[in-house]
């Protein structure tokens, strides 16, 4: 069965990772991260657009890629037709998204105003313009719920939070809530309905499937992706995740959020194989998560393995799941669409 990962940062640009993907039948979309006001990120060695795109030239049948656009400069009246430019000249070489960041939210701050959210008006000429030409958004709002809540060792995200205490917001002062980015993001769909958006991380709504099925019920060009959320599924009654999937078999994206620390190219042998190496145990474990239905032993994102329950899902939900989504939601990934 093809599968494409539709959420990852993966520089495959080397002989041997070309050769895993297609013994694997596995495609990518990498996804950009606009990370500064200044386009420094776009150099990136892993997610800028410079190398994304490199690795699709080199691999255009298994590397796709989204772009992202500068953080706003409020002392620039021109930005938003600045980012325009730079978008368009990124579809042309083939970029099939654009991502916003949580950054936006967390980080980006108006002198005097505090941090911007994702539906701020600075954004609207960028949001008005994706909509009319087509092109889909791609949004990471905010953080896991759990950010905001005393660290818990039970939780999926436990080990994250520990090892990047930066990113646990509980006690942070000037951030805004998860409920509030969460309005924020709605908002968008809300002002532009005919705006193509995936939301990232099960749209940062992983903690709850019925509030993500509300805004897929809300929102009918609303989808999301699974990108770092499987193990929010395993600690979820398997029941009530299969009848999540085969109610918005149309709307799920498969994703994993695996990352290269750097370039294969500029991996060494033994370090490009150990890449490759942990690259398909990942992808393969969350295989056999989806397919199996007996429990299995399971590691995910976690220091040890535990034993989960595997969904076993059924083939014709598999095949939108894992690639007639993705190339459905990005019109023109792999020539598709």
């Known amino acids: 069965m093809d599968r494409i990962d539709a959420h990852c940062h993966v520089v495959a640009d080397h002989e041997d990772s070309r050769a895993m993907l297609e013994s694997r039948g596995l495609r990518l979309l990498n996804i950009a991260l606009g990370t500064d006001p200044r386009g420094r990120w776009r150099t990136d060695p892993c997610t800028g657009t410079e190398v994304l795109e490199r690795t699709s030239s080199f691999n255009p049948a298994r590397c796709g890629w989204c772009t992202a656009f500068d ?72 953080e896991p719920a759990i950010a905001w809540l005393p660290l818990d060792p039970l939780s999926p995200h436990y080990l994250y939070f520990r090892d990047n205490p930066g990113q646990h917001l509980r006690g942070k002062p000037n951030v805004p809530s998860h409920a509030e980015i969460m309005r924020a993001r709605d908002n968008i769909m809300e002002r532009h309905p005919r705006l193509r958006v995936v939301g990232c991380h099960l749209g940062s709504l992983e903690h709850d499937l019925n509030e993500v099925a509300v805004r897929l019920d809300r929102y009918p060009n609303f989808a999301v992706d699974t ?11 398997a029941v009530l995740v299969r009848e999540f999937f085969a109610k918005y078999r149309g709307r799920i994206l498969w994703g994993t959020d695996v990352f290269t620390e750097k370039p294969h190219s500029a991996m060494s042998p033994e370090e490009r194989a150990k890449s490759v190496a942990d690259l398909q145990r990942r992808w393969m474990e969350e295989f056999s998560y989806y397919e ?46």
């Open 71 to 142: 953080d706003p400069r409020f002392d620039d009246p021109g930005w938003a037709d600045s980012v325009i430019v730079k978008l368009k000249a990124d579809f042309a070489r083939g970029a099939v998204g654009v991502k916003v960041w949580k950054n936006i939210g967390l980080k980006v701050r108006l002198p005097g105003k505090g941090n911007i959210l994702p539906d701020d008006p600075v954004f609207e000429p960028v949001y008005s313009w994706l909509e009319r030409e087509g092109k889909t958004l791609v949004i990471h709002a905010g």
């Open 292 to 337: 199996s239905s007996g429990e299995i032993a399971f590691l995910g994102w976690m220091d040890k393995p535990r034993m989960v329950a595997g969904l076993g899902l059924p083939t014709e939900i598999l095949a939108d799941f894992y690639s007639g989504n993705a190339l459905r939601w990005y019109p023109g990934l792999f020539g598709k669409g």
């Open 227 to 237: 990108a770092a959320r499987v193990l929010d599924f395993s600690t979820k009654d």
